[in-house]
């Protein structure tokens, strides 16, 4: 008798960026994983129409819409549909390797059967096979390492994470509120409930690197705000500890780095100086904002 298939749901938030969705959702379509049943793309209030980026004549892609803005609350929407063994998590940005998913649940049914597997996330550049810009050098050095995520942080990234339908309903959704770090926040509530996450260097998807200033500002903010909103209530100490190492690192670095082997240019030593620097500033002025300066009620 043959052995079943276990199968497998894929859940992509998104926000307008049809194009990259397009992309995200043919490498999805080509896994080499024949258990792969349903794709459950999610439109977090998009101004545009995503259907063109769905694959032609495959039942097994739909969409749907969460108006409460943010990622995890989109993740959150696909959850009551899940009706498979497994689920993965990806971004619209990403591009899903062949193997993906067969390396991912491959790994969830080893002989020590984890919870939670976080897979392989490879930057891709813009321009060349290298990063160039500040942004793409500061991503390269500090974003992304999923496998400390997993290992030394207790998370994944959910660009890559694939879960069992048991500990997904042990552990429960994802924070909604929280705009970014929703994904630091499930794995610490993974761990508390005795599960276990690996990291699967086999399951990889491509993400491609901020490249503009824009973007990094986006993403450094977001992040900021996501990570004062998980130590909201800690003692102003803890916050002004944080404020001291952030000025700091982001001073030193303009010394630190002409010792540093990479980058191995002096303008790119420059550049990603004032990337990381850059980001410093930001967290600290966000961090400022959140505890200090409280929006005034309208």
């Known amino acids: 008798m043959t052995e079943r298939v276990p199968t497998v749901t894929v859940i992509v938030p998104v926000f307008n960026d049809v194009d990259r969705l397009r992309t995200c959702l043919a490498r999805i379509a080509a896994q080499d994983y024949a258990g792969l049943t349903t794709v459950i793309v999610v439109d977090n209030r998009s101004s545009i129409d995503l259907r063109p980026a769905l694959p032609a004549g495959d039942d097994r892609f739909r969409l749907i819409r969460e108006e409460q803005r943010g990622s995890y609350a989109a993740r959150n929407a696909a959850l009551p549909l899940v009706d498979t063994d497994y689920i993965a998590f990806t971004d619209a940005d990403c591009r899903p390797q062949p193997a993906w998913l067969s390396a991912a649940i491959g790994r969830l049914r080893a002989v020590d059967l984890p919870d939670a597997v976080g897979g392989d996330i490879h930057l891709v550049f813009e321009r060349s096979d290298d990063p160039t810009t500040g942004p793409e050098l ?161």
């Open 138 to 298: 500061y991503e390269s050095a500090h974003e992304f390492d999923q496998r400390q995520f997993v290992e030394s942080l207790g998370f994944a990234a959910t660009a890559n994470l694939v879960v069992t339908r048991d500990i997904l309903d042990r552990v429960g959704p994802f924070n909604a509120d929280l705009q970014s770090g929703g994904d630091d926040d499930w794995g610490h509530r993974l761990h508390a409930a005795g599960g276990r996450m690996v990291y699967c260097a086999d399951a990889v998807v491509d993400h491609p690197a901020r490249s503009t200033w824009p973007e990094l500002t986006k993403k450094a903010v977001r992040v900021a705000e996501g990570m004062a909103g998980l130590t909201q209530g800690q003692a102003p100490a803890e916050d002004l500890r944080y404020l001291y190492r952030e000025a700091r690192l982001g001073a030193a670095t303009w010394i630190s780095i002409w010792r540093r082997e990479r980058p191995d240019s002096a303008g790119a030593k420059v550049r990603y100086a004032a990337a990381l620097s850059w980001v410093s500033l930001l967290r600290c002025t966000v961090r400022v904002r959140q505890r200090w300066m409280p929006r005034k009620a309208i």
